[in-house]
């Protein structure tokens, strides 16, 4: 608790007042302890299972246990449900620190109080047993998304306090990666609800058990493919970058920095993800460069030139087979083109460059310049930043300089390292000027090299400009 600053500590200590206060109420509603006992049981079971999260995250995720929260919220009222997600402090399997454990949990049963609230005002206790069941379920949408952003709100606030993340961002990522899985596992809730209001009773807990834990194990086996789907393209990115020392890193951070620019213009998460991947994927190609090429510390030939420039084409080549990947073929394909219509593989311009390589281009000219490279030392962010400035509207699209600067100023950026081995062969030859795709100070770019009748997969943003 010390560590946190002064500001944080109340806060924490607000809430779990805030909690104790709600829970306290049960004393005083009337509310059937058999209920109370048999829910807490079973949000005891499924409270230790970890959080499922589709997407490393950034997708939704899925408490194994918020379920059984709505069906408290439902059955037991705002003090009852406060109650049982406070208690949870006392069994939570990773054992953080105290402080932690006692916010979780209180944050949890402030969120439940104020979920419970609502239903009662919407008269939820009347609709549940009555024959008008579309209006009910809209009752328990409803408070769903209340439980969602309060618990977002909470949440956002203390990072807002103890780590200075802005409310707003912290709010939108809890959020985007948590309100769909609320209201969709949710209804597991309202099930249990609903069959415990009849005379199942209390044995709808057991009734709803097994098909819960065989929902959350399909998530499971889900996010799995997807974790290993993802293991998959970072094995391609390093079988990229051993071609290359002075490239670690590289696709990381270029994807990370695409990543910033789409959550700043307010892409949707499902395309961030997609983003995320191209820029992941945008140099695939270079695994059909020769080496000696992308290590040459001399000028390059215009054949030279035309192999390297072709890279993005070959990127696309290698991963077309991929459905899953859809728009990211368009941020792979069409990173190295110019808002003044200079750029290759296709020479488009403004608008009719894909805004997911819009994205990958700031990005990845960014990295390159605060990056060292066989022919010349890392250049200072400012510096880069001062650049991508000065080529707004010729090399990039405004309105992603813009976003990008201000994504660095509020998460800062990290340059790569310099390689030590490059660091040696530096000292070896020196410094020698050449051509860099990736680099717009560099010499001037091949220009277009396809007309706009190449073969791309089907279904891509490319192919609908292709064909106008």
Request: proline fraction near 6%; glycine fraction near 8%; aromatic fraction near 6%.
């Given at each position: 608790?010390?560590?946190?600053?002064?500001?944080?500590?109340?806060?924490?200590?607000?809430?779990?007042?805030?909690?104790?206060?709600?829970?306290?109420?049960?004393?005083?509603?009337?509310?059937?302890?058999?209920?109370?006992?048999?829910?807490?049981?079973?949000?005891?079971?499924?409270?230790?299972?970890?959080?499922?999260?589709?997407?490393?995250?950034?997708?939704?995720?899925?408490?194994?246990?918020?379920?059984?929260?709505?069906?408290?919220?439902i059955?037991?009222?705002?003090?009852?449900?406060?109650?049982?997600?406070?208690?949870?402090?006392?069994?939570?399997?990773?054992?953080?620190?105290?402080?932690?454990?006692?916010?979780?949990?209180?944050?949890?049963?402030?969120?439940?109080?104020?979920a419970?609230?609502?239903?009662?005002?919407l008269?939820?206790?009347?609709?549940?047993?009555?024959?008008?069941?579309?209006?009910?379920?809209?009752?328990?949408?409803?408070?769903?998304?209340?439980?969602?952003?309060?618990?977002?709100?909470?949440?956002?606030?203390?990072?807002?306090?103890?780590q200075?993340?802005?409310?707003?961002?912290?709010?939108?990522?809890?959020?985007?990666?948590?309100?769909?899985?609320?209201?969709?596992?949710?209804?597991?809730?309202?099930?249990?609800?609903?069959?415990?209001?009849?005379?199942?009773?209390?044995?709808?807990?057991?009734?709803?058990?097994?098909?819960?834990?065989?929902?959350?194990?399909?998530?499971?086996?889900y996010?799995?493919?997807?974790?290993?789907?993802?293991?998959?393209?970072?094995?391609?990115?390093?079988?990229?970058?051993?071609?290359?020392?002075y490239?670690?890193?590289?696709?990381?951070r270029?994807?990370?920095?695409?990543e910033?620019?789409?959550?700043?213009?307010?892409?949707?998460?499902?395309?961030?993800?997609?983003?995320?991947?191209?820029?992941?994927?945008?140099?695939?190609?270079?695994?059909?460069?020769?080496?000696?090429?992308?290590?040459?510390?001399?000028?390059?030939?215009?054949?030279?030139?035309?192999?390297?420039?072709?890279?993005?084409?070959?990127?696309?080549?290698?991963?077309?087979?991929?459905?899953?990947?859809?728009?990211?073929?368009?941020?792979?394909?069409?990173?190295?083109?110019?808002?003044?219509?200079?750029?290759?593989?296709?020479?488009?311009?403004?608008?009719?460059?894909?805004?997911?390589?819009?994205?990958?281009?700031?990005?990845?000219?960014?990295?390159?310049?605060?990056?060292?490279?066989?022919?010349?030392?890392?250049?200072?962010?400012?510096?880069?930043?001062?650049?991508?400035?000065r080529?707004?509207?010729?090399?990039?699209d405004?309105?992603?300089?813009?976003?990008?600067?201000?994504?660095?100023?509020?998460?800062?950026?990290?340059?790569?390292?310099?390689?030590?081995?490059?660091?040696?062969l530096?000292?070896?030859?020196?410094?020698?000027?050449?051509?860099?795709?990736d680099?717009?100070?560099?010499?001037?770019?091949?220009?277009?090299?396809?007309?706009?009748?190449?073969?791309?997969?089907?279904?891509?943003?490319?192919?609908?400009?292709?064909?106008?």
């Amino acid at each position: 608790m010390s560590a946190l600053p002064w500001r944080a500590r109340v806060y924490v200590i607000a809430v779990c007042v805030a909690a104790v206060a709600a829970a306290s109420a049960v004393f005083f509603t009337g509310t059937d302890p058999v209920a109370l006992v048999v829910i807490g049981l079973l949000f005891a079971v499924l409270d230790p299972l970890s959080t499922v999260s589709l997407g490393r995250g950034r997708g939704v995720t899925l408490s194994a246990s918020f379920p059984v929260s709505l069906a408290a919220v439902i059955l037991l009222g705002p003090a009852g449900s406060a109650l049982i997600s406070l208690a949870s402090a006392a069994y939570q399997p990773a054992r953080p620190p105290m402080v932690k454990r006692l916010f979780n949990a209180a944050e949890l049963a402030v969120s439940a109080a104020c979920a419970g609230v609502v239903y009662t005002g919407l008269g939820g206790e009347d609709k549940l047993g009555s024959d008008d069941f579309p209006l009910v379920l809209l009752v328990v949408v409803a408070t769903a998304a209340v439980y969602s952003a309060v618990n977002a709100s909470l949440v956002a606030g203390v990072l807002t306090l103890a780590q200075g993340v802005p409310f707003g961002h912290g709010l939108r990522t809890t959020l985007s990666t948590g309100l769909v899985g609320y209201l969709l596992y949710g209804l597991f809730g309202l099930m249990m609800a609903v069959l415990w209001s009849t005379e199942v009773g209390a044995l709808a807990a057991a009734l709803v058990l097994l098909p819960l834990l065989v929902a959350r194990w399909a998530f499971g086996q889900y996010a799995a493919e997807r974790e290993a789907y993802e293991r998959t393209v970072r094995t391609l990115v390093a079988a990229v970058e051993t071609k290359d020392l002075y490239t670690r890193g590289h696709s990381e951070r270029v994807s990370t920095g695409a990543e910033l620019i789409a959550r700043r213009i307010g892409m949707s998460e499902d395309r961030v993800e997609l983003l995320r991947f191209a820029g992941l994927l945008h140099d695939m190609g270079k695994l059909g460069v020769p080496t000696r090429l992308l290590q040459k510390d001399g000028p390059l030939t215009p054949e030279e030139l035309q192999i390297i420039a072709l890279h993005p084409v070959r990127g696309v080549e290698m991963v077309r087979e991929i459905e899953f990947l859809r728009e990211a073929y368009d941020g792979i394909m069409h990173h190295h083109e110019r808002m003044d219509g200079l750029g290759y593989p296709m020479g488009l311009k403004g608008d009719q460059i894909p805004e997911f390589a819009r994205a990958i281009a700031v990005a990845d000219a960014f990295d390159a310049m605060t990056s060292t490279r066989s022919y010349r030392p890392a250049r200072d962010p400012a510096e880069a930043m001062a650049e991508l400035e000065r080529c707004r509207g010729t090399h990039f699209d405004p309105a992603m300089v813009a976003a990008f600067a201000a994504a660095v100023v509020e998460h800062g950026w990290t340059p790569a390292e310099v390689p030590v081995q490059a660091a040696l062969l530096d000292a070896e030859r020196g410094h020698i000027t050449r051509y860099d795709h990736d680099d717009p100070t560099a010499s001037q770019a091949p220009g277009p090299l396809l007309d706009e009748q190449v073969d791309e997969p089907r279904g891509t943003q490319a192919d609908e400009q292709a064909d106008r």
